[in-house]
């Protein structure tokens, strides 16, 4: 059961990289990498009890925190206007 | 295990794919949201071949801080790349496929992944330092012995190196200057009340984990580079989500510059202090002449505090510096 | 020690359920915001599921309280960073889609 569970979270990890080379706007691009951490998370914790080490939870646990980290960064220090949302590209004076 | 193969088929196929993917796409953000996925998928792979300190240290550093890099570096740039007429180069493909062929033609000749007749496996080093690093040094964690003790001299250069990215960093950005708290900003934050509460709530748990990390480096995956990294982490989300002042405020610059320069001196000194106690240099035996082991222990805890300590800093005062850059354009 | 192995095999089966439900969705459905749905359901159901399933497998105390923490984090963590995707989208213009085939701008 835990290799079914691999492999279905596998099966998620490449739909979501899937998403995050088509997705139109760059915010879909954020969730679907964020996503992907998520799963990163839950891939990590299943195959630590497949193979029967569990000190790999200290590292799902660091990813669960980085993750977190960078989608914040994104947010906070893409441009004004970058996201290719609404229209054109603006000038790159945005305060973000 | 025959069960893993298609686990690994498939996370090397989400590499190459991640890597042409960045290789093609013309919005360097997205590119660098994409370079972070890689990381992740590299941790994966290493989890699965039982690295665990490597993927704890692709995870902290891969996945975190140099996508943090990368998009201050972003912000103060141009961030679309310019599309450049599609050329054709038959010398340049060539050689590309030359090289990649030769690449190919050598890695057949590695030995088989675990196989019981590798050199790795026969050599009486291995058996020595697996074998005699429980009782010589008395940690359960091999890597970390190995990384402090045995291997001592060699991560004092690593942490060395650390530190001359980050003086190296300091003389190419200068002194930032002090960045004055647009209203703009301001008003972002009251926008996003729902990210400042949960980070107040989630950063003291992020330099406790830090802390845990550091000192539980012994005993299971961890260490001084995991924890300062980590440790930076914090104090960057902290620093993204209240702005750059209330960060120099938690970590003045002039403050973390001493700081990187300490941890330094800590390796170093005690180094210092082995040899004025008799031994070698970072012969860590010496710090306890009755009870070797004892020595190890001290040794190892502040050597590795040491590395701690100039990573955080280093990767603080790069974000400082870079982010920084930005405020005050 | 069997009971305790299917309800944890049981666990693990609805969250995996929930995982691929949630990543087909984030492939499949047509716009951003729709998206941000199917990714939460990853988030929420898919791993507190899978979690709680691991979680009747530990043999020690520390191994459990490990996962407890990550589920915390987890739930901390995936929602605020939604609300903030979805938030700054709004800022930045992008709108929902109301009817099919038709984007207001």
Known sequence: MLLAATLALLAAMLLALGRALLGPTLFDRILAVNSFGTKTVLFIAVSGFLAGRPHFLDIALVYALINFTGTVAVLKLTHHGEFGAAGAPEQQEGDL | MTAFHPINIALFAILVITALAIARIRQLFAAAMLSGLFSLACACIFVLHDAVDVAFTEAAVGAGMTTVLFLCTLALTDSREKSTPPRRSVPAALAALLTGAALIYASADLPKFAAADTPVQQHPLTERYLRDSATEIGIPNVVTSVLASYRGYDTLGETVVIFTAAIAVLMLLGRTAHAKTSDAVMSLHTRHRVLRVVTKLLVPFIL???????????????????????????LILYGLVFGLEAARGVAPVRVLRRLVAAGVLIYG??????LVAGGAFLDYDALDPGHPATGQHLGILLVELGVGITVAAAMLMLFLSFAGRRDAR | MNVILIASDLLLGAGMLFVL???????????????????SITDSAGAGLVLLGLLLRVEDLATGLRLLLILLFLMFTSPTASQALARSALDDGLRPLVRLGKRPR
Do not use: C, K, M, N
């Not at chain 2, 406790?208 to 580079?225: E, S, T």
């Not at chain 2, 000194?269 to 082995?274: I, K, P, Q, W």
């Open chain 2, 208 to 234: 406790v984990f830090a802390l845990y990390v550091q000192f539980h480096g012994d005993y299971g995956p961890g260490g001084g580079f995991q924890a300062g990294v980590i440790f930076a982490s914090g």
């Open chain 2, 269 to 274: 000194g005690v180094g210092v202090a082995t």
């Open chain 3, 21 to 39: 439900t949630g990543a087909a969705g984030l492939y499949r459905l047509p716009e951003f915001f729709t998206r941000t749905h199917a990714a």
